[in-house]
Structure formats: structure tokens, C-alpha cells
């Protein structure tokens, strides 16, 4: 009887142990799928967040170099008629000087 209830105690130990080892790996493999899915999330997170990013400053470069087209554009007209305020200028005291020159020839 000693010996059937010892087997019969050990056999319940053993059996316990298998349940609980059966319950750590069935854990720890949900717990492996969750941080799996938590690391993709992430990883899919991370790659939108840079696409983001990648198009706003796209969007950036692409107002800034239009500005910078429409200012250069600006600058040019403004020289041009810097330029021809300059040659204007000087035509006229051309003129007059020729007038001066023959008032004293």
C-alpha cells in the first residue's frame, strides 16, 4: 500500500511538473507571438514615420527652390532695370554734355 501511494504521489508530482511545463511553454510562446507583433508594429511605425518625413521634406525642398526661382527671378528684372535706369542716366549727361560742348564751340 506504502508503495502504491508513493507511485501514486510521484506519479502526480510528475504529472504536475509536465502541467506546469507545459504552461511556461504555452506562455512564453504567446509571450514570444506578442513581442513579435509589438517589434513588427514598430518596425511598420518607424518606416511610416520616415516616409513622412522623407515626403515633408520633399515638399519643403520643392517650396523652397520655388521661392528661390521667383526670388533669382526678381533679382533679375530689378538688375535689368538697374541697367537701363544706368544706361538711361548716362545717355542723358551724354546729351547734355554735347549740348555743353557746342554752346562752347
Do not use: P, W
Request: with cysteine; glycine share 0%.
Amino acid at each position: 500500500l506504502k508503495a502504491k501511494v508513493r507511485s501514486d504521489a510521484e506519479q502526480l508530482r510528475g504529472d504536475k511538473d509536465q502541467e506546469i511545463e507545459d504552461l511556461v511553454q504555452t506562455y512564453n510562446e504567446k509571450y514570444k507571438a506578442m513581442l513579435a507583433e509589438c517589434l513588427e508594429d514598430q518596425e511598420n511605425m518607424r518606416q511610416k514615420m520616415e516616409a513622412d518625413f522623407e515626403a515633408q521634406m520633399k515638399q519643403l525642398r520643392e517650396e523652397e527652390e520655388a521661392k528661390r526661382a521667383a526670388l533669382e527671378k526678381r533679382l533679375e528684372a530689378q538688375q535689368k532695370k538697374t541697367k537701363e535706369a544706368k544706361n538711361s542716366t548716362l545717355a542723358e549727361h551724354a546729351q547734355q554734355l554735347e549740348a555743353l560742348q557746342a554752346k562752347l564751340e
